[in-house]
T-cell receptor, first 116, second 115 residues
Framework: ETGVTQTPRHLVMGMTNKKSLKCEQH?????MYWYKQSAKKPLELMFV???????ENNSVPSRFSPECPNSSHLFLHLHTLQPEDSALYLC???????????????FGPGTRLTVL | GNSVTQMEGPVTLSEEAFLTINCTYT??????LFWYVQYPGEGLQLLLKATKADDKGSNKGFEATYRKETTSFHLEKGSVQVSDSAVYFCALKADRGSTLGRLYFGRGTQLTVWP
């Protein structure tokens, strides 16, 4: 595998389910990101991790819970979601944030999530 | 604040037609500007970028010029191909403040090219 991979590619879940999205990068990066891509809306940055430490949480509801066990893996744990959470969830990675600045981000293909 | 506005799609063209996708931005300071492309079933890929005023980014026949006076970064291609069908995103990267380095994206423009 090369680049940034995400699994599953498609997920359908009920509002009471618990599921997790997985992202893995094979680029030797140390910063990882979760974005939400909804129809007709700009990409929304959700979380940022730099060297496994969460550095940004952009007012994301607690029903989304990220986890970064190491620099290569990033998870997004989902529970009690709402139908409006249906979207494409994109993971990205980059070289570490340095002096406050971000390096070029490389994106995965995304997980298409549908909440019934 | 920082924001990006790009023309709404969808844009439908015949092969070899000229393409323009408009993008304007609002930013404090001197952001870097980007165009990303998302092919069906794939993630976003960086298409081109420009880091200062009057810079021209180019790649795969696409071009965009950073125009500070009009706060624009329009994407152009002289002759599109069917394989260019994708969603195109304009983005800026903030250069200062608490949002230093963060990417701000437009809503995306769907391009469909017919043979």
């Amino acid at each position: 595998e090369t680049g940034v991979t995400q699994t599953p590619r498609h997920l359908v879940m009920g509002m009471t389910n618990k599921k997790s999205l997985k992202c893995e990068q094979h680029l030797g990066h140390n910063a990882m990101y979760w974005y939400k891509q909804s129809a007709k809306k700009p990409l929304e940055l959700m979380f940022v991790y730099n060297f496994k430490e969460q550095t940004e949480n952009n007012s994301v509801p607690s029903r989304f819970s990220p986890e970064c066990p190491n620099s290569s893996h990033l998870f997004l744990h989902l529970h009690t979601l709402q139908p409006e959470d249906s979207a494409l969830y994109l993971c990205a990675s980059s070289l570490p944030r340095q002096r406050g600045d971000y390096n070029e981000q490389f994106f995965g293909p995304g997980t298409r999530l549908t909440v019934l | 604040g920082n924001s990006v506005t790009q023309m709404e799609g969808p844009v439908t063209l015949s092969e070899e037609a000229f393409l323009t996708i408009n993008c304007t931005y609002t930013a404090t300071g001197y952001p870097s500007l980007f165009w990303y492309v998302q092919y069906p079933g794939e993630g976003l890929q960086l298409l081109l970028k420009a880091t200062k005023a009057d810079d021209k980014g180019s790649n795969k026949g696409f071009e965009a010029t950073y125009r500070k006076e009009t706060t624009s970064f329009h994407l152009e291609k002289g002759s599109v191909q069917v394989s260019d069908s994708a969603v195109y995103f304009c983005a800026l990267k903030a250069d200062r403040g608490s949002t230093l380095g963060r990417l701000y994206f437009g809503r995306g423009t769907q391009l469909t090219v017919w043979p």
